[in-house]
């Protein structure tokens, strides 16, 4: 494989952090597309190096890549995700970046029991309706 260099930080080669990965095996790794790689890449999640023409990933890129993909599940939006990781980068230790995401999760955890809570009142209103509708087809079959 030729020489890859890192654009954001030349004097670090990718080769002393272990195997490089292509666009293509982390697409085919996680299920997603080349272009979500790279749209994930323009957000500033992954910094991949360049090998001639070719994008070059390291171990970092592809972790940073599998947190970005579960923070996505678990509805975090990217700049949400983006401050994690980059935490998940950061030397300060653990601490600050579980306190973040424990508040993230806190956020969101509210959020979703607020759209459960909706979710219960419109079931709740659509099954009135439908009570409605079959004493009215009842009375209509009675005649």
Known sequence: ???ATRSSSPAQAPESQGRLFTITELATEF????????????????????????????????TRLKLTLRGKRLGLSLQEVKQLVDMYD????????L???LDVLAQHRRQLEQQLDDIEVTLAEIAQHEERCQALLAEADAD
């Open 1 to 3: 494989m030729p020489q």
């Open 31 to 62: 299920d997603i597309t080349p272009r979500a790689i790279r749209f994930y890449e323009d957000m500033g999640l992954l910094e991949p190096a360049r090998a001639g023409r070719n994008r070059v990933y390291t171990h970092r890129d592809r």
């Open 90 to 97: 950061s030397e300060s230790g653990a601490v600050p970046q």
């Open 99 to 101: 306190k973040a995401f």
